[in-house]
């Protein structure tokens, strides 16, 4: 290779690279997480950890009639870049209208009420269920859907995101399609005359409101296959994953729930004083909302930066992969949180876990301290820890 050519090739070369850096963090902004660890994010390269809370449910939100939706994407809590939540409420009679999320899969925990879904897969399959307080549902990314409130009071759910980026900008109503399709083509399309299509909304609806829905689902259309794997996981009618003295956890992912292949969902109650170990996740973000009580989270960013907030309920906490965290029930009353994953795999280290896997002698050089003193530590993890007893020291 002469020199000039060389000079050419390390040209083209280098201009590749960069071409392909400019890619990876382009891709890395829009939510996707295969090139996040590559990617200085902003947000979390200052000498102090900006604020990881939101108050949801005091934010203003959409609202339509009695019916709303609130969101906590980064636009309201910029750290948030994994995982974005909406707050949404129907009204009986209510609907949310057919769409779907083309830069999100969506994962929800019904709170009050009881919910009706429809969901349509690429593969010809269409489900309808229902759900009660304590259910959940998961539909992949781009899959059509509508959300309905079923009786006559009011339902409340919580919606998780596997993407922070998400907002109605990735979200495709079909009110919104129609409405601004020419007649001429929709015509075309249905095999209709174009005055079928006089008085179709102009704008997208969002909340269709309309009569209380039968208590026994109407039937599609036309008959359409069952999908292979359900949409609906009953998370609170399972015993919890876990029991301990402070508290008790529900988990499901995707090993328990086959179709939820990008979250994991955990349900935390916690007694007063209980306390979630300091701990990190090495493969997700995690997203809190709080549904009960009032809680003190605190969050471990490297470098000497530490960052405590409290939670209470309706509020919204946000903790990057691999920092560590604890939360702490500080409340006088039992507390529950709402936690999701952005992943379908949930991992986990403790840190008592951590020290227990390391030998004593190892444990007491790094600290400067006698091996005798962590005989005393765990020799497990402790994952929840109960309230301190009087005159305890620790």
């Not at 069952?226 to 008790?248: D, Q, S």
């Not at 500080?330 to 951590?354: C, K, V």
Request: net charge negative.
């Amino acid at each position: 290779m002469s020199p000039l050519q060389r000079r050419e090739f390390l040209a083209a070369a280098g201009l590749a690279a960069t071409t392909a850096m400019m890619i990876n963090a382009k891709s890395a902004e829009a939510g996707d997480t295969s090139f996040q660890n590559n990617v200085p994010d902003s947000e979390l390269a200052g000498p102090e950890l900006p604020t990881f809370k939101f108050e949801l449910e005091k934010s203003e939100g959409k609202v339509i009639g009695q019916s709303f939706g609130k969101e906590a994407t980064v636009k309201q809590l910029p750290i948030s870049k994994g995982i974005a939540g909406v707050s949404m409420k129907l009204e009986p009679g209510a609907m949310r209208e057919l769409h779907w999320h083309a830069t999100a899969a969506e994962w929800a925990f019904v709170l009050e009420g009881r919910v009706r879904t429809t969901v349509i897969d690429p593969e010809g399959g269409a489900e309808t269920k229902d759900f009660s307080p304590g259910d959940v549902w998961y539909f992949p990314r781009g899959h059509g859907h509508m959300l309905e409130c079923l009786g006559d009071r009011p339902c409340h759910f919580i919606l998780i995101f596997d993407n922070g980026y998400f907002s109605e900008f990735g979200t495709f109503s079909i009110s919104d399609w129609i409405g601004h399709t020419p007649k001429a083509l929709l015509s075309k399309n249905f095999g209709l005359p174009e005055s079928a299509f006089e008085g179709f909304p102009k704008e997208e609806v969002y909340f269709a409101r309309g009569a209380v829905p039968p208590e026994t689902a109407s039937q599609p259309l036309q008959g359409w296959k069952t999908p292979a794997l359900t949409h609906k996981y009953e998370l609170l009618k399972r015993p919890p994953h876990r029991t301990f003295k402070g508290g008790r956890e529900w988990r499901v992912d995707s090993t328990h729930f086959p179709i939820s292949k990008t979250v994991t969902g955990v349900i935390l109650d916690l007694e007063p004083g209980g306390l979630r170990e300091l701990h990190w996740h090495p493969t997700a973000d995690e997203w809190q909302y709080v549904i009960e009580g009032e809680v003190s989270v605190s969050m471990f960013g490297s470098h000497g930066r530490y960052r405590t907030e409290t939670l209470s309920r309706g509020d919204v906490g946000y903790i990057p992969q691999g920092y560590g965290h604890s939360i702490e029930n500080i409340g006088r009353t039992p507390s529950r949180m709402l936690i999701g994953f952005n992943t379908g795999e949930y991992q986990t280290i403790d840190l008592s876990q951590w020290m227990a896997g390391n030998p004593t002698d190892v444990l007491a050089t790094n600290f400067s301290k006698s091996a005798s003193l962590f005989e005393k530590f765990p020799k497990r993890d402790v994952f929840i820890a109960p309230k301190s007893e009087p005159g305890s020291k620790g």
